[in-house]
């Protein structure tokens, strides 16, 4: 393993963090970056450098890096780009360990000067072997070790997880954790790799290999001059774990977009697309679905075959679910003549019985729709379960009795729902529920029978 | 005007309604109707019907309607399937307007009986000309006139609105008011046709037409056997007001799935997306999308031309939504020669400065912002915007002035925007920006883009 990566490890877990920069001043992100440090609780030594104050936020601060006699792992950079060659030299001296450059101005800017800076730069760090994240980024965090290297404080309201995210675009990160924080969906870290300096999509791919708090890797892609590496970096490491892949720069707009905002071309997207199959990396069309299938991910097992029973309490809700499982792919079989049986026992004959199967007729006795659940659970034929229920006051009690049934099943086979009520009624035992590992729970049938077919498609894939 | 249609105008605007079968056991569907009536504030006459009680939830009851001495304009029928035609036949002779008839057991069943007793209770209503809509249906719901003819008391928590649902499914029409309450729409009235005594998809459609409460008709439909009268009654009030349309039983299973759910086949889907496309209804593939759509029809105008301003506080979600747009066939092209020339002032070489717009090196100058803003809307190259916005503590700031330049504008091009901070930080704002219409807000940049998208297919189909 090269210096790089051993020095990855400090960068994402330091003891101590300088903040280049740091300010009291509102208007400035060294001001933001402080607070997203403390606010989030680091536990380890924050070191704010400011020439100008004695102290940042009540902390002590030094004139440079130089000035202050311990050791330092990770420098937060927010010094303006013609600064930064000088700070990294100093860097170098100090025996900083790793990065976060959160300054734009490199090759990103039309003008060649930011082209040569980035090179200056690179050479600066490559030389002793300090991975950086950025340039142009909002930063990095790590939120199980409470560490906010960002510009947004509030990412460390996130609900530490699994999933990590590596981005291309500060607007997407913030965008994917903001949706997150509705969705009840937690994060090993979210990093912002901004203009590459030197850690690019394979390296952290790499990197998040063996990073343990990591079971999940998704990733937003607009344009990259090394797509080789990662497609050899995920090919390496197929099956290990799920990488999920967002790519934006499809249209001849977005194409030129790339170019400006990150340095680098789009490409042509069905190669992308084709690779990216051919290395085991799921592609995902849009936001919204690429947090639904990491959610799914993290949480579930993967479907052994493709065939999924829709219980639903609605027959309405199953067809959308149905109809989007045999457009992706999926099969809506029937179930073993025992399954089938017992489901006659349980519902009157003008019910849909067959897969899927409408509980609506057994609405108002809990321990059917508990039998028809137990019963698809642990029929050979079917490889997972979606689970709907729209439901408010007249039908609420249904659902109680069928807690138990779900946890204790524990996703033996993925059982993903839509269980929809009017806001506040049941919101909070839907997250007890997916906390329990009962079930996943999404917003529509469609968007829960979407993260199915994903799961199957990695399989197929993978 | 026949009979029928005539008094559709008093089934959904009753002075008195009738609940026959109404309970005060929690486990009756008729305890939950009386519910609906009486939490939804119905302003007019409610008439609990029950041989049993003198008072239900504290209102005077009668044993049957013919011993109630007034009128009765709607009857919300709860009662078994084999007491229904002995009930309508009491209707008829109180001279009752309307009814809603919840029941099930009618043709939706294997026997055959049901189909006997579907076409025994369809003879008596329409000799007498009364509307029924039903049976097997949750009921219906007029937000306008507190009308909560439903056994969902909850749907009174719906905002009201211009939108209104006819869907074939309770399960789904549930799941979009549900959904709705969290997207802060509001509907005008949700109607659960049920299996259709004698109230099709084409007599709403006309009764919708000239409902004044109505700007914008969605449908959720699976199987109809009258699709001849939809797509009639569609190409007769063509252009008069939006028809959008979620049609499910694409697949195998989906279309034997409504067979039994309702007692029609769904049919070849192909056939009925072209058929809808030259009727002048906009089709949409899923839940979310009927919505997303829905509200933007209902607050925006419909643009002039396919030509999108795509302004983004950050370029990766420019990009989401650039790909979109240009796959559903809008364009991103250039701004006319003086818009350019104004943003270029107003923006530093490094930024994406033509359309998309990434005006990310203004954050901390709102001045600017707007003027980005005025330059696209008043370009006459530009037929509508898109306005994409993350931010949170560190870029509140930014926009706080922009406000202002959105109410003063009105939609007068349509303003579809994706503005998402953490929640809590800015929800008040955004619903107070969407009820001054000044933007019409999605979750994610891919949803903005594709509700600007379906109002651009819908100018192409009117």
């Not at 790793?98 to 490199?106: C, K, M, N, P, R």
């Not at 490491?237 to 707009?253: D, E, L, Q, S, W």
């Not at 017992?342 to 019985?353: D, F, M, T, V």
């Not at 529920?433 to 994903?454: F, G, K, S």
């Amino acid at each position: 393993m090269d210096h790089v990566m051993i020095n990855m490890r400090l960068l994402f877990n330091p003891g101590s963090v300088a903040v280049i920069g740091a300010s009291d001043n509102m208007s400035k992100l060294g001001f933001h970056v402080m607070k997203s440090l403390t606010n989030g609780k680091f536990p380890g030594k924050i070191i704010p450098i400011n020439p100008g104050s004695n102290t940042v936020m009540g902390i002590d601060a030094y004139p440079s890096i130089k000035d202050y006699k311990g050791e330092i792992d990770l420098a937060i950079v927010v010094l303006p780009a013609k600064l930064v060659p000088d700070i990294f030299k100093e860097c170098v001296d100090k025996g900083v360990k790793g990065s976060v450059l959160i300054t734009a101005g490199f090759k990103e800017i039309d003008d060649p000067s930011g082209a040569h800076l980035h090179i200056e730069t690179a050479n600066i760090v490559n030389g002793a072997g300090i991975p950086v994240i950025g340039p142009n980024t909002f930063g990095m965090i790590n939120l199980n070790k409470n560490l906010n290297a960002s510009f947004t404080p509030e990412f460390s309201n996130l609900r530490k997880g699994n999933i990590c995210l590596v981005s291309q675009s500060g607007g997407i990160s913030h965008l994917l954790g903001f949706m997150a924080m509705g969705l009840n969906m937690g994060f090993s870290k979210i990093i912002g790799l901004g203009n590459r300096l030197n850690i690019d999509f394979d390296r952290m791919i790499d990197y998040l290999m063996s990073d343990s708090d990591t079971k999940v890797i998704t990733l937003y892609i607009e344009g990259i001059d090394n797509v080789r590496g990662l497609i050899d970096s995920a090919r390496k490491n197929r099956g290990r774990k799920p990488i999920i892949a967002y790519k934006t720069g499809k249209g001849k707009v977005g194409n030129q977009a790339s170019m400006s905002h990150t340095g680098s071309m789009a490409g042509r997207h069905e190669l992308y697309r084709s690779a990216f199959d051919q290395a085991g990396i799921l592609s995902i069309d849009n936001t919204e679905t690429l947090l639904d299938t990491a959610k799914a991910m993290s949480a579930c097992p993967l479907p052994e075959g493709p065939c999924i029973a829709v219980l639903s309490g609605q027959a309405g809700p199953s067809m959308a679910a149905c109809d989007l499982l045999e457009s992706e792919g999926l099969k809506i079989d029937s179930f073993t003549g025992k399954t089938q049986e017992k489901i006659n026992e349980l519902l009157p004959p003008l019910a849909l019985r067959t897969n899927p199967v409408d509980m609506g007729p057994a609405w108002y006795d809990s321990d059917a729709i508990q039998e028809i659940i137990k019963a698809a659970m642990n029929d050979e034929n079917i490889n997972g379960i979606i689970f709907l229920m729209m439901f408010a006051s007249a039908n609420v009690d249904a659902l109680k009795g069928i807690r138990e049934t779900l946890i204790k099943w524990q996703q033996k086979k993925p059982v993903i729902s839509c269980i929809l009520s009017p806001p506040a009624i049941w919101d909070e035992e839907i997250k007890e529920l997916e906390e329990n590992r009962a079930i996943v729970n999404y917003p529509t049938p469609e968007r829960a029978a979407m993260a199915m077919a994903n799961l199957w498609k990695y399989v197929l894939i993978k």
